[in-house]
Nanobody
């Protein structure tokens, strides 16, 4: 099982930027997806972004597309989320997640859910406020 630890959550102003990091211990297999989710106060945890380890294909929620960028460093077993033009509605606890290994085929346009992932980090708080 992959173990994950997130870093980088902080207080930011609207329009500002943050970079979240996720360090993984264990093997990230070639057919895995790695993802970011977030939970805002009083709301369910929602999908933010994902990346396929095999071919680097990226997926984004409509609410963050064009502002956030997910990336990886396979040599460091790490995943990143670069967040730009932050908005107050981005305020949430952000979680890194690793594929549960079910063998799901992640096609173009695939809609990720929590059930696609089996390992989760502890979460890191992002607050966007002036």
């Amino acid at each position: 099982q992959v173990q994950l630890v997130e870093y980088g959550g902080a207080l930011a102003q609207p329009g500002g930027s943050l970079r979240l990091s996720c360090a993984a211990t264990g093997t990230i297999y070639a057919n895995y997806a790695m993802g970011w989710f977030r939970r805002a106060p009083g709301k369910d945890r929602e999908f933010v972004a994902a990346i396929l380890w095999r071919n680097n294909r990226k997926y984004y929620a409509d609410s963050v597309k064009g502002r956030f960028a997910i990336s990886r460093d396979a040599a460091q077993n790490a995943v990143y989320l670069e967040m730009k033009n932050l908005k107050p509605e981005d305020t949430a606890v952000y979680y890194c997640a690793a594929d549960r290994g079910s063998g799901t085929q992640y096609t173009l346009g695939y809609r990720f859910t929590e059930n696609d992932f089996g390992s989760w980090g502890q979460g890191t708080q992002v607050t966007v406020s002036s």
